[in-house]
């Protein structure tokens, strides 16, 4: 067996209709004998994921799953191997810079927090 990285999609529809379509992306591992089986295991995955609910202003939220958009097989899951990448272009190279510097911040207050 081998151990998946893969992507499942699901569109976001809310009852109160805003003008941006909404989808979560979420990137989960998956053990599998081949890329199709984890593609196939995924795929039941999400199809069992989908729900819908009411929110805080009981307004109908739906999660319906799109695909599985992506399965990457994993080399030696070992401290420290990389699981995942992307590459982000911007104009505004200090701002992302900020942005992901405040993320940082902001874990490691969240982990002192519960210490």
């Given at each position: 067996?081998?151990?998946?990285?893969?992507?499942?999609?699901?569109?976001?529809?809310?009852?109160?209709?805003?003008?941006?379509?909404?989808?979560?992306?979420?990137?989960?591992?998956?053990?599998a004998g081949s890329v199709a089986d984890?593609?196939?295991?995924?795929?039941?995955?999400g199809q069992k994921l989908q729900n819908?609910?009411?929110?805080?202003?009981?307004?109908?939220?739906?999660?319906?799953?799109?695909?599985?958009?992506?399965?990457?097989?994993?080399?030696?899951?070992?401290?420290?191997?990389?699981?995942?990448?992307?590459?982000?272009?911007?104009?505004?190279?200090?701002?992302?810079?900020?942005?992901?510097?405040?993320?940082?911040?902001?874990?490691?207050?969240?982990?002192?927090?519960l210490c």
């Amino acid at each position: 067996m081998n151990w998946y990285l893969v992507k499942l999609v699901f569109s976001i529809d809310r009852a109160d209709k805003t003008n941006k379509a909404e989808f979560d992306e979420q990137l989960r591992l998956v053990s599998a004998g081949s890329v199709a089986d984890a593609y196939l295991k995924a795929k039941v995955m999400g199809q069992k994921l989908q729900n819908g609910f009411y929110d805080e202003s009981n307004s109908r939220v739906v999660w319906s799953f799109v695909d599985v958009a992506e399965v990457i097989l994993l080399g030696d899951i070992e401290d420290g191997a990389e699981v995942y990448s992307s590459t982000h272009e911007t104009e505004e190279k200090e701002n992302f810079i900020n942005s992901v510097r405040r993320k940082g911040m902001a874990i490691q207050a969240r982990s002192l927090f519960l210490c």
